[in-house]
């Protein structure tokens, strides 16, 4: 890390002409990490994005897209594509996540989902990878194999297995039958900055794909680091709909579909990003998005209901997973808005433990009948 400190540091010294001293900025989930310079009265960001890992003119050229249609995405003033280095502009130090409150947050979600009907309506997906379905399923497989299997431990049974294939192959099929549109793969509260207009300030689009269009919505509206109250969200989440229609980006008989759309495309996002963090902890040595997962998963656990396909998954999560995890402590700030809610889910689950022989029986019951449904469809 030293050497590539001191690598940014020579080369901003080039550009600017000037010896700049760098300011850890914020640390992200990946292997990107940024600094802040301050020459005179101005502030930039050196990006540092090792080029074995990254490509950083996929992040330019999506930021350009963006800003192209009036979004207030960083300016890109230098770039070393060789070296994995960026200078841009400074977006500030005030993200979603600090801001939100209850006062507020009507006002910034709709800044958010404004610009986001921009990103669906008109940013060009040339060159976009697609959202397919290996795509969607590879992301699914990291919560059996990072959460289930190497954070906790499990070894599988053929049942269990079984649970999660029926889930996996129901949200996939969901997910594709949804409108494709630009996505940003990570619209919430971490990448989304409250800045003078326009706002908000987006970070960390170099991801985007072309893929469903209830993906950033459910990114943003059943975040993964700070928890709303349902009828709340789905009220959001209804008037997107609504703005979405008015601008072409979904037909008006997709309307009455948005919502299960929604449902279970955040399905499909939270036991992703269940494994992502768990990979985090075990692979990347970076442990403070456990505390996150009780969460993400009590998501899961909120929609299940409305859809019979997802009974056995949700009891699955709710009878031995949430059990299994450690008590976290929460951290403080806006991420911990709920963070009660959150740990009474967890302990629900760990006096429910108890049960698990007799959900287990029921569960098999309930397989054999699916399975023979299935054998019967094929045959036909």
Not at 113 to 138: H, K, M, N, W
Not at 267 to 276: D, E, M, P, T, Y
Request: proline share 6%; glycine share 6%.
């Amino acid at each position: 890390m030293r050497e590539r400190h001191a690598q940014a540091a020579d080369w901003v010294e080039r550009i600017l002409g000037r010896e700049c001293r760098l300011e850890s900025a914020s640390s992200d989930a990946s292997f990107r990490r940024y600094w802040r310079i301050r020459p005179e009265t101005r502030s930039y960001i050196v990006m540092d994005a090792p080029p074995v890992a990254a490509d950083i003119e996929r992040f330019v050229c999506i930021a350009e897209r963006l800003r192209a249609l009036g979004l207030n995405t960083p300016q890109v003033y230098a770039q070393e594509p060789d070296q994995g280095l960026l200078l841009l502009g400074d977006l500030g130090t005030r993200c979603y996540l600090d801001a939100l409150d209850q006062e507020n947050v009507d006002r910034l979600y709709g800044d958010a989902l404004a610009a986001l009907a921009v990103i669906q309506a008109c940013a060009s997906t040339e060159g976009l990878p697609r959202y397919d379905s290996p795509f969607l399923r590879r992301e699914l497989e990291l919560f059996r194999d990072w959460l289930l299997i190497h954070y906790l431990g499990w070894e599988l049974s053929d049942l269990e297995n079984g649970v999660l294939e029926s889930a996996f192959e129901f949200l996939v099929e969901h997910a594709l039958e949804q409108p494709q549109v630009c996505v940003h793969r990570d619209f919430h509260s971490r990448n989304l900055m409250v800045t003078t207009p326009p706002s908000p300030g987006i970070l960390d689009f170099q991801d985007a794909v072309v893929g469903p269009v209830t993906y950033d919505p459910v990114s943003l509206l059943r975040d993964c680091y700070i928890a709303w109250p349902r009828e709340r969200v789905e009220d959001w989440a209804q008037g997107y709909a609504a703005l979405a229609v008015h601008s072409g980006i979904l037909r008006p008989e997709d309307e009455d579909r948005f919502m299960t759309w929604f449902d279970l495309m955040g399905v499909q996002r939270h036991l992703k990003a269940s494994g992502i963090f768990a990979r985090l902890k075990i692979r990347d040595h970076k442990p403070g998005y456990l505390a996150d997962i009780p969460r993400t998963l009590g998501y899961v656990l909120e929609v299940a209901p409305a859809y019979p396909e997802l009974r056995a998954l949700a009891d699955l999560i709710r009878e031995r997973v949430l059990p299994e995890l450690p008590i976290m402590e929460f951290p403080s700030g806006p991420s911990s808005k709920h963070q009660d809610q959150d740990k009474d889910a967890q302990q629900d689950a760990i006096q429910n433990k108890g049960k698990h022989a007799d959900f287990l029986d029921e569960m098999e019951k309930e397989m054999d009948g699916e399975v023979s449904d299935d054998e019967g469809q094929h045959s036909a």
